[in-house]
């Protein structure tokens, strides 16, 4: 799980991965014998049984710099990636963030350029709000509206969903499917794990090498087994 690479002068969140560390990560990926692929990519491989090597790599968020900085460097090493962006928030700011800095998100173009260049483009809601604390208007609206927008923006289906702030449970795990996500992305959804609220392990600027083989064998340990996917 990333979210902006870029500058990382003020990062009070710890969102963002500087164009060097990321592409560090990705080279440790593959010199492990690892790609980086879609979660749609991933799943469909898991169910024909030919997921042995691929790692699920998502940006959350929508950041205008994942086409500037991220795209590039996936293109290096040969990787594919799911970008979750705001269809409500198009070319806006990271707003929800009190502390700062202010962050572009991409443009309708920019999120155009991304899928055309084989990201998977999937929803972060319409304008990043907790699901778990949204009324039922607002539910529908930033689960199944999102969706529409972003079928209409990028002419393509739209099948994943992630969660704002990674927060879920079942109520809100209930809306994304009957929206008619196929699969949504959490944190750490402990029992609610499975299609519908996939577990990830945030990856941050402090990760190298001996930090990143730690995580992948806590996440094995952490996570309970996803039925169906």
Not at 26 to 45: E, I, M, N, Q, T
Not at 96 to 108: E, F, H, I
Not at 128 to 137: I, P
């Amino acid at each position: 799980m990333y979210h902006s690479v870029g500058d990382r002068s003020e990062d009070p969140y710890r969102i963002t991965v500087t164009p060097e560390r990321l592409d560090a990560q990705l080279g440790w990926l593959r010199r492990r014998g690892l790609r980086g692929v879609s979660v749609a990519g991933l799943l469909a491989a898991r169910a024909r049984g030919e997921d042995r090597g691929l790692v699920g790599l998502t940006f959350d968020d929508g950041y205008a710099d994942f086409v500037t900085h991220a795209l590039p460097c996936l293109r290096r090493h040969g990787c594919g990636a799911t970008l979750f962006v705001l269809p409500g928030r198009l070319g806006a700011d990271n707003a929800w963030d009190p502390l700062g800095p202010r962050k572009p998100l991409l443009t309708a173009d920019g999120i155009r350029h991304a899928a055309a260049e084989g990201v998977e483009i999937g929803s972060h809601g319409l304008t990043h709000v907790d699901l778990t604390t949204a009324d039922d208007a607002t539910l529908k609206a930033e689960t199944a509206e999102s969706r529409a927008l972003l079928t209409e923006l990028t002419g393509a289906p739209v099948t994943g969903f992630c969660y704002p702030y990674g927060t879920v449970d079942a109520r809100a795990a209930e809306a994304v499917r009957a929206a008619g996500y196929a699969y949504a992305c959490a944190i750490d959804p402990g029992p609610l794990t499975g299609p519908h609220a996939l577990p990830r392990v945030h990856v941050g600027e402090r990760d190298t090498a001996v930090r990143l083989l730690l995580k992948t064998r806590l996440h094995r340990l952490r996570r309970r087994p996803a039925t169906g996917v």
